[in-house]
């Protein structure tokens, strides 16, 4: 028996611990700590509401836009406004833009180092590698002469014994089952998704000036201008610059990112049966096509599915998610015990934990700075399962094929999506999903633009004396890791209180006060470690869910009350 | 080769350097070209940067991250050119780096370690969030070990310690909520970092950065706050391209109204750049396809001092204030910052510009040769960004480069 810790997790946004308990080769118990407080929340308090999402969206940077977009939802939720289509279509480009960008990041530069041996590339025979791209896809660099330059370039580098960011990874672990072209190929795709990633993500910029850290949304809609006309602004110059990177997106995608995702699977068929945790799932939905609370026009649904039962899809009542405190550094006025509604939330900080330097965490007690979101009293996961799985389950006809053909690929039944490489295979999925909406998108706002529609915004809320004295909004988002919500409450024109519940949080959060384990600490249960100083499996389970830390330790003081004094200098 | 550390005084032959590492050389040779003129250096330099750059030990560069959302590692990875591949496996070596290294756990920590011991001094260290102080550090812990404890070790013995976004410079919007978060020269006594302010940085400044320094290796000039001129040293209202409509009174005055289609100034809309001192407008973003005015909003100010503080409420007009004087013939002038609030300089009317300046104004000046340097020797104190020189009553942005 053995206690195995790991931190800092890498390859993740954030600060992110987990100690397991693993006997006889494989985990038996598991718990996740997040190690960094920040109290973005309390610091929004009391100012425009209007800026709160130039706040908020610094709550993280590698899901930059996300809590952006979710603010202003909750403010225009809140005050009743309704932003014209173009700001919709506007931010819905710059959503999917994220998610695909995002999405191929977390594959080749944040997860694949966990199923691809970069050594092995040395030895691989670059006239195969070239065979094994030629037979998967039609993606033109796959020459002898590239797999041969690429690893040229890899054995400069071991040679060289600066091995930069890839010393001391867990090269030669026997759980690494890939064959050495494999390997090359995955490296050569590495590479070359670095620059793919810079070059698609000008989306934003052409949008929002930037990215990241976009600066184009507004409350009632986006600042950026719409005239066929106008040098300045999105005009049909940006339209074909935007068409262009929505072609990149699409042609990596296919004959990269998803022929990757299957080549690299299918030497790891195993890991469809590990890490499924509480197979309880909970997508908020977005992305909208008609009005925001349009929930029946979303380009995800939104639902909850219960122990896997893809039957039947639950519909989500926001009164019921409440959070626990139990085993996170807070305390709440009614004691550990008590679970609250985010409307009602209540942040106070009050570290227990042990003293740093430190070996162990107080595992029996308080041992994280996250809380542990329930629905209904029940553990959800959030992400592209859920929201895969809710489609699924909702009859989404697009999505029931692209799971059913994979499935079928993969000679497998549903089940086997409850699954570390099942959160792997969603996450590829719906990036193939959102690339039809994205040119649906981008058609819908060219039309617009060239029959006169100019409107990206509604004004006619936008100086606060035409507000009501008090008023209180929910804004509910997909972000690429998953249900996203802000909940605002606005007094006298400023904000009273401000709350988000964030992916991470749901999936990353602690035991509750009825021991319940948090989807990371579920999964981890049963996967095996080849190798105890090299957690190279828990690494697998972890990295499956994409997770962002920064984003998980935030919460907000809901009430009112103030907790923590704010100086503002 | 001196110590084999791949750091100023190394040198190698170019062409078998660049050909051992796989780097093309037309490349390699237009990114020398591009840093050469980001620093406004003569052409002549050029060879100059490909020699200290093509040596053949890849100098190491450590990265940490204590109180940040890795906006800015996002930037970094958004590096245009070199491209951040080239960066991280040709030209330099990033043993630790959280977000995108191989190794975790105590193998991370053994990367960290090794950098620090082995490499006494002859490494760069760049920080990313800001490090809090409150209740003995408990607020960010990596491997069990306080933020501080980790950047007081990696720091000290560091060649060079760039601080990237506003957190690691001056505890960006972290230092206004309860964990007293701190730029890393605020952290650790005696530090003076170079501040890439900026939320995020732009990645184009900090390779600059580096080049400037694996090339000469001193920092580039920088400012009172401990940032690089070349960046740092002109206003973005200066050099924006809407600074024309400014000028003729041309005002967007509602969102989506026809200044905003014709790309009108929006000054009236609360643009901070008239009180902001950054490169935006020229470097732009994300491979210079565009900036944020460029979007149709205005700028929010990142890149300046405490800017979460001094330049929220985001959507007010920056207030009039007493106009010291006025060049007509649309000269900068100074204007003497008036404590307590954001005050401001500029007052819209033709041929009108005005700057906001310190209390304590130090130009830059140019010497005989062409560089800009700061006029007044950077004093230790002056040099590290800290909270005291951005301090509260401290209106404007740096007041650094009075020249045009």
């Not at chain 1, 409850?418 to 295979?425: K, M």
Request: proline residues 6%; negative net charge.
């Amino acid at each position: 028996m053995a206690r195995v810790v790991v931190d800092p997790v890498t390859r993740i946004e954030g600060h992110l611990r987990i100690e397991a308990q693993v006997d006889n080769g494989a985990v038996t118990d598991a718990w996740s700590s997040g190690t960094m407080f920040r109290g973005m929340e309390l610091i929004v308090q009391g100012r425009d509401p209007r800026e709160a999402w130039i706040w908020t969206q610094r709550i993280c940077g590698v899901c930059t836009t996300v809590h952006a977009i979710a603010s202003v939802q909750a403010v225009e939720d809140a005050l009743a406004i309704s932003p014209p289509p173009n700001a919709r279509l506007m931010r819905n480009l710059i959503s999917g833009a994220q998610f695909i960008q995002d999405h191929v990041i977390h594959f080749y530069h944040l997860h694949a180092l966990d199923w691809v041996d970069v050594t092995g590339c040395l030895t691989a025979d670059p006239q195969k590698t070239a065979d094994l791209a030629q037979k998967i896809s039609p993606w033109p660099l796959s020459s002898r002469a590239y797999f041969t330059e690429v690893q040229a370039r890899v054995k400069a580098l071991v040679d060289s014994g600066q091995l930069s960011i890839f010393t001391n990874g867990y090269w030669g672990n026997p759980a690494y089952k890939l064959p050495p072209e494999a390997d090359l190929m995955a490296v050569a795709h590495y590479i070359e998704a670095l620059s793919w990633q810079r070059d698609v993500i000008r989306m934003h910029a052409i949008l929002g000036g930037k990215n990241p850290h976009p600066q184009t949304f507004l409350v009632g809609g986006m600042a950026a201008p719409l005239d066929p006309n106008s040098p300045n602004v999105v005009n049909p110059l940006r339209m074909d610059q935007m068409a262009a990177l929505v072609r990149t997106m699409r042609t990596f995608v296919e004959q990269v990112y998803v022929p990757d995702v299957k080549a690299i699977a299918s030497f790891y068929p195993e890991w469809f049966t590990y890490g499924a945790g509480h197979r309880n799932y909970l997508a908020y939905g977005g992305l909208p096509n008609g009005a925001l609370n349009d929930t029946s026009l979303y380009t995800f649904p939104r639902g909850i599915i219960l122990n896997g039962d893809l039957s039947t899809v639950h519909p989500v009542d926001q009164t019921k998610i409440t959070e626990a405190i139990a085993h996170s550094y807070y305390t709440y006025p009614g004691g550990d015990q008590a679970t609250l509604n985010p409307f009602d939330g209540v942040t106070a900080p009050k570290y227990s934990g042990p003293t740093p330097p430190y070996d162990a965490l107080d595992t029996a007690n308080k041992y994280s700075w996250l809380k542990s979101p329930r629905y209904d009293g029940q553990v959800m996961e959030v992400g592209p399962l859920a929201r895969m799985l809710v489609a699924y389950g909702s009859g989404v006809q697009k999505v029931q094929d692209l799971v059913n053909s994979t499935l079928a690929e993969l000679n497998a039944q549903p089940a086997a999506l409850f699954s570390t490489l099942g959160r792997v295979a969603a996450r590829a999925l719906e990036t193939v999903y959102l690339l039809d909406w994205m040119d649906t998108w981008l058609a819908e706002l060219g039309k617009n633009m060239n029959s006169g529609d100019l409107r990206t915004a509604d004004t006619s809320k936008w100086e606060p004396s035409t507000w009501p004295a008090e008023a209180q909004g929910w804004g509910p988002h997909e972000a690429p890791r998953g249900a996203l919500g802000h909940w605002v409450k606005i007094k006298n024109q400023k904000i009273e209180n401000y709350q988000a519940v964030v992916p991470s949080t749901w999936n990353a959060g602690p035991r509750d006060e009825n021991g319940q384990t948090g989807p990371y600490e579920a999964s981890l249960v049963g996967t095996p470690v080849a190798v105890l100083d090299q957690p190279l499996e828990i690494l697998r389970t972890i990295h499956s869910f994409d997770p962002c830390l920064a984003c998980a330790v935030h919460v907000v003081d809901a009430t009112g009350a103030e907790k923590v004094r704010v100086e503002v200098r | 080769m001196v110590d084999g550390s791949g750091l100023p005084g190394d040198a190698g032959t170019l062409v078998e350097a660049l050909a051992q590492r796989g780097v093309s050389r037309r490349r390699f040779l237009q990114f020398c070209t591009s840093m050469t003129a980001a620093l406004a250096l003569p052409r002549s330099y050029t060879p100059r940067i490909v020699a200290a750059l093509s040596a053949q030990v890849k100098p190491t560069l450590v990265w940490l991250e204590f109180q940040d959302c890795a906006g800015n590692t996002e930037s970094f990875l958004r590096s245009p050119n070199p491209d951040v591949a080239e960066l991280v496996i040709e030209i330099l070596s990033v043993p630790y780096q959280e977000t995108i290294m191989a190794a975790a756990g105590k193998q991370a920590e053994a990367n960290l370690d090794d950098v620090v011991t082995r490499l006494k001094g002859q490494y760069v260290c760049v920080v990313e969030g800001s490090i809090p102080m409150a209740e003995g550090g408990i607020f960010c812990t990596i491997g069990g070990r306080t933020a501080l404890d980790i950047a007081t070790r990696v720091t000290r013995d560091a060649a060079l310690v760039v601080a990237v976004g506003d957190c690691a410079w001056d505890g960006g919007f972290v230092s206004l909520g309860p964990t007293n978060g701190v730029g890393i020269g605020q952290a650790v006594s005696g530090l003076s970092p170079i501040n890439l302010g900026g939320c995020p940085h732009n990645s184009v400044n900090l390779a600059a950065t580096l080049v400037h320094y694996l090339t000469f290796g001193t920092a580039p000039a920088l400012d009172q706050f401990g940032r690089p001129l070349f960046a740092y040293g002109h206003l973005i209202h200066d050099q924006c391209e809407r600074r024309a409509h400014f000028d003729a009174g041309r005002f967007v005055e509602q969102w989506n109204d026809q200044g905003a289609q014709s790309g009108w100034c929006l000054y009236k809309m609360g643009c901070k750049g008239p009180q902001t001192n950054y490169n935006c407008s020229i470097a732009r973003w994300n491979d210079a396809t565009n900036w944020p005015i460029g979007a149709g909003h205005g700028c929010i100010g990142c890149a300046g001092p405490s800017f979460w503080s001094r330049m929220s409420p985001f959507y007010s007009r920056l207030p009039d204030v007493q106009m010291i004087g006025v060049d007509t013939t649309a000269q900068t002038i100074g204007l003497v910052a008036i404590g307590g609030v954001a005050a401001l300089t500029a007052v819209h009317g033709a041929g009108v510009i005005a700057r906001m300046q310190r209390n304590k104004r130090k130009r830059a000046a140019v010497t005989p040769d062409g560089h800009v340097v700061p006029e007044v020797a950077a004093a230790p104190d002056a040099g590290a960004g800290t909270a005291g020189d951005a301090g509260a009553g401290t209106a404007g942005d740096a007041g650094v480069g009075g020249t045009n």
